[in-house]
């Protein structure tokens, strides 16, 4: 495996892809930002070196050849976060899932790595990233990542069952804010972070050429439902439009659009710069999506005027990540 592609030669399938392979540690501190003191973990989100690694995930040991396993009926779990360091946009996670103790080692004859080698990873959103899967490579149907120079998705995706315990950023765990760092909406703005996204892996938007693709459901860490992208003029200015005496064209793809799901185009009165001029709590500005508003005045939007729309919060019963505050963000709008 060479960037995000694998060696067609020694692997011509899965399975004589996984017997050819070669097993070999990681540098975990220089590649991917890991390190310990006593029993504190540490992880980076982006950390460069040879290249560049983005996230990254680790799992507690019995032995240096067995995964620690939880029994938890009638038993206390406990553990402490330093999310000081976690920004907006950025989700820290612990969560359980229903891996081998082994890595798979005993149940699949091709698999010659194990726990040791952190192999037979799994969770409920059947991840398709994953290079080996029961004892034999995903290298079939492989489709390099057009944005990760590292990553890609198999045919196959890697399912089992979850539980998530935590889920959170220095601002806003799960569908809460952390009501100490928000007492209030200009407080909440203040100390908050700045942090920008991971666009395909966590909503599913990306583009070739002059395309862009919006998945509707994207399966990460966690589940996102829907996505909203705007045309940029610059990395800090919005795209803005002079629709008079003007013709405005477009072509869409509807094949992968079904019923049920509202594929939609349209022009809001928002600032250029996402309001970064004219509120002084707003230090996001366009460049991180802020100021986005609409005729119906949608009071799920997070930050509004340069305030986080935390007061009066209410968390969605049905989404994890979502709520509705105090405040809407009302604008003029056309649909196209």
């Given amino acids: 495996y060479t960037g995000n592609s694998w060696n067609t030669t020694i692997c011509p399938n ?3 892809c996984a017997q050819k392979c070669a097993l070999e540690g ?3 501190q220089s590649t991917y930002g890991i390190s310990t003191s006593g029993d504190a973990l540490t992880i980076k989100f982006l950390t460069r070196s040879q290249q560049t690694n983005v996230g990254a995930r680790v799992y507690l040991m019995e032995s240096e050849t067995k995964y620690a396993m939880f029994n938890l009926l009638n038993q206390e779990f406990t553990f402490d976060v330093d999310v000081s360091q976690v920004p907006c946009g950025i989700n820290g996670a612990l969560y359980f899932v229903q891996m081998d103790a082994d890595g798979g080692l005993s149940k699949f004859p091709g698999n010659k790595a194990g726990a040791k080698y952190g192999t037979g990873y799994c969770d409920s959103q059947c991840p398709k990233d994953i290079k080996f899967i029961n004892g034999e490579a995903n290298s079939v149907g492989w489709t390099p990542s057009p944005s990760d120079p590292n990553a890609g998705t198999g045919q196959y995706g890697a399912c089992c069952a979850e539980m ?6 220095n601002c806003y765990t799960g569908n809460s804010w952390n009501t100490t760092i928000c007492p209030n909406g200009s407080t909440c703005a203040q100390k908050c972070a700045l942090e920008g996204a991971q666009y395909q892996s966590t909503y599913g938007i990306s583009t070739s050429g002059d395309a862009l693709t919006i998945k509707f459901l994207t399966r990460s860490q966690q589940t996102n439902v829907g996505a909203r992208v ?25 094949s992968q659009v079904p019923c049920g799901i509202n594929g939609a185009l349209y022009f809001v009165q ?3 710069d996402g309001g970064l001029s004219k509120f002084p ?5 366009a460049k991180y999506g802020t100021g986005y508003c609409d005729s119906q005045c949608p009071k799920d939007i997070k930050f509004i005027n340069g305030e986080a729309n935390s007061v009066g919060w209410t968390p969605s019963p049905s989404d994890p990540n979502a709520g509705t505050g105090r405040y809407g963000a009302c604008c003029a709008e056309m649909d196209i």
């Fill in 230 to 254: 705007y045309l940029m003029e610059s990395e800090t200015k919005y795209a803005m439009f002079n629709l008079l005496n003007q013709e405005f064209t477009f072509d869409v793809d509807v």
């Fill in 164 to 169: 998530d315990i935590w889920e959170a950023t």
């Fill in 26 to 28: 990681a540098q975990y």
């Fill in 270 to 272: 928002m600032d250029a």
């Fill in 14 to 16: 899965g399975s004589t």
């Fill in 281 to 285: 709590g707003n230090k996001a500005g």
